[in-house]
């Protein structure tokens, strides 16, 4: 049996300051960069999801950014696919995979090659829960048939992906077997990737919403607000499409509409962000095998070079 890929990871909540922190990694340790973001591997999606920027991606080679249509559907289970193939041809150069991203479940999937895999599918059925959810009366009903067939699945989706909600029921109907059922069996096939997991956290967080603040002034400087009109007008913000979940665009779509003036948009998308935020820390906290880094001390925020120190002496140790 082939050894392991081994692979670094830096996870963590969004406006953590991961990108930066994986790039002098990334120098450092002679690697190239692994998108790990369920929205910045759509094309036009740049904003508001903080893509890399031209002179960031100039720094080391990045891969599974920017390099699909927004209405091409993607799973996790096609993202652990394309990990695995991206880190092998890394590796295979002799240059180390370094994952940055914010999405829990896509680490998962490349780490272990086990989402969704050997899941049942049927195209009619997921057809037809589709159609229901195309009103919110229907998907609150989906949500709820959910948390009746599989309690588990239902507290660990968020509502409002809906496209997951109708994956997980799809699985039930299909097979008769709960999706955390499928989830708790395919743990116990063995990992496809050896990765150090670093979870960048705050021992403040109120240092970490201030930063989210920070950072969605910033990106309304730089033209969200245009962005998220100009992907509204190219019917990529349809409701129930996967893009129009994404945290930066479906609350600043009611402004683009008329609906909600900007100023209210603004201050829903920070607490989204917030949300979404704390959702990440739990998802990582309970990850098996992160190794917590801080951020910051009881003086604030480290120094860049302090915190690239800390965390070259813990994967040191991997």
């Known amino acids: 049996m082939s050894a392991l890929i081994r ?5 963590g909540p969004t406006a ?30 740049d904003i508001g999801t903080a893509k890399p920027t031209k002179e ?9 950014i920017d390099f699909l249509d927004p209405n091409t559907p993607y799973s996790a289970a096609d993202y652990g696919a394309d990990a695995l193939r991206v880190a092998g041809e890394i590796a295979a150069r002799g240059k180390l995979p370094v994952f940055c991203g914010g999405t829990g479940l896509y680490l998962e999937a490349a780490r272990t090659g086990r989402h969704e895999m050997g899941e049942p599918s ?9 159609a229901r959810a195309a009103t919110e009366e229907g998907r609150a009903e989906l949500c709820k048939q959910l948390f009746t067939v599989d309690p588990a699945s239902a507290e660990a989706i968020h509502p409002n992906n809906i496209r997951r909600v109708i994956r997980a029921l799809e699985i039930y109907l299909v097979s008769g077997k709960p ?3 499928w989830d708790a069996e395919s743990r116990e096939k063995p990992p496809q990737m050896d990765i150090c997991i670093l979870g960048l956290f705050y021992r403040d967080r109120q240092r970490l919403y201030d930063r989210i603040e920070q950072r ?26 996967t893009a129009a979940q994404a945290i930066g665009y479906k609350e600043l779509l009611p402004a683009v509409r008329g609906e909600l003036p900007l100023a209210d948009a603004v201050q829903m998308l920070i ?9 990440q820390l739990t998802w990582f906290s309970a990850m098996a095998g992160v190794h917590l880094l801080y951020a910051d001390d009881e003086c604030g925020m480290k120094n860049e070079r302090v915190l690239l120190n800390e965390a070259l002496a813990i994967y040191s140790q991997f």
Do not use: N
Not at 19 to 42: F, H, N, P
Not at 122 to 130: C, G
Not at 271 to 279: E, V
């Open 7 to 11: 692979a670094l990871a830096v996870a």
């Open 16 to 45: 953590g300051g991961k990108t930066a922190l994986a790039l002098s990694l990334g120098e450092v340790l002679s690697g190239e960069i692994v998108g790990c973001d369920s929205m910045q591997i759509y094309r036009g999606f």
């Open 56 to 64: 960031e991606m100039a720094r080391l080679p990045h891969h599974l």
């Open 122 to 130: 049927d195209p009619t059925v997921r057809a037809e829960l589709t």
């Open 179 to 181: 999706k955390s059922v």
């Open 216 to 241: 969605v002034h910033v990106m309304l400087k730089e033209g969200l607000y245009e962005e998220c009109e100009r992907l509204y007008r190219a019917g990529y913000l349809e409701s129930g499409s």
């Open 271 to 279: 607490t989204a962000t917030r949300r979404y935020a704390k959702r």
